[in-house]
């Protein structure tokens, strides 16, 4: 039977995870980037694809580090986050909605992004893995600007925009209290804590 497997390797399980989680979003960005009808999100996707591919480099200096090979293993969970994103875009939504979804779609990927850096620093930290704890936590740092630009876009009016394109016919079939309250609190969509 194998040897037990330890922290290290798990570690290491997960490193794999991330970076081909990485490589999967270079390949998706551009596409949510494409679809983007605000310039200015349009540019955040642009701007977190060209951090994104810092984060491929990144990793793999964690790998030298450990004397590691750069390798990668399949991670099912951004695929999945990726394949939710994508059908979004055959969706025939409205520009401003459209937008909104793509914001949803963005930040599901940097939220799962962000749990799996902060297990990896964590971990890295335990070990006393510390360079690589350092360049794992920048990159931890890269995805939570990212998310809170999204945040930052969403609030500044593409979230208004989708409630507000909706026709009159929509609005009165929604106008239920439950379904109006819901369209507020997506308007006022809470600033999360760093
Ligand atoms: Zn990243
Ligand atoms: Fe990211």
């Known amino acids: 039977m194998a040897e037990t497997q330890t922290l290290h390797d ?16 270079t390949k998706a960005l551009p596409k949510l980037a494409k679809a983007s009808t605000s310039p200015e999100l349009r540019q955040a996707f642009e701007d977190h694809l060209e951090e994104t591919n810092g984060h491929v480099e ?16 399949r991670c099912d969970g951004i695929a999945g986050i990726i394949d939710e994103g994508k059908k979004v875009m055959d ?3 409205d520009d401003a909605t459209m937008d909104a979804c793509l914001i949803a779609a963005g930040q599901r990927a940097e939220h799962y992004e962000i749990a799996a850096y902060g297990t990896l620093v964590a971990w890295a930290k335990t070990m006393g ?35 507000s394109g909706m026709s009159e016919q929509d609005e009165e079939e929604h106008a239920t209290p439950t379904r109006r309250s819901a369209a507020a609190a997506v308007r006022r969509m809470p600033r999360r804590r760093k």
Not at 152 to 159: F, K, L, M, R
């Open 58 to 73: 990144k990793l793999e200096q964690v790998f030298q580090g450990l004397d590691e090979k750069p390798k990668g293993q």
């Open 10 to 25: 798990a570690f290491l399980e997960e490193l794999k995870d991330a970076y081909d989680a990485e490589k999967q979003l």
């Open 129 to 163: 893995h510390h360079d690589a704890a350092d360049l794992l936590q920048e990159i931890l740092d890269e995805e939570k600007a990212a998310d809170e630009k999204l945040n930052v876009i969403a609030e500044s009016g593409v979230n208004d925009e989708a409630a």
């Open 91 to 93: 969706e025939d939504f």
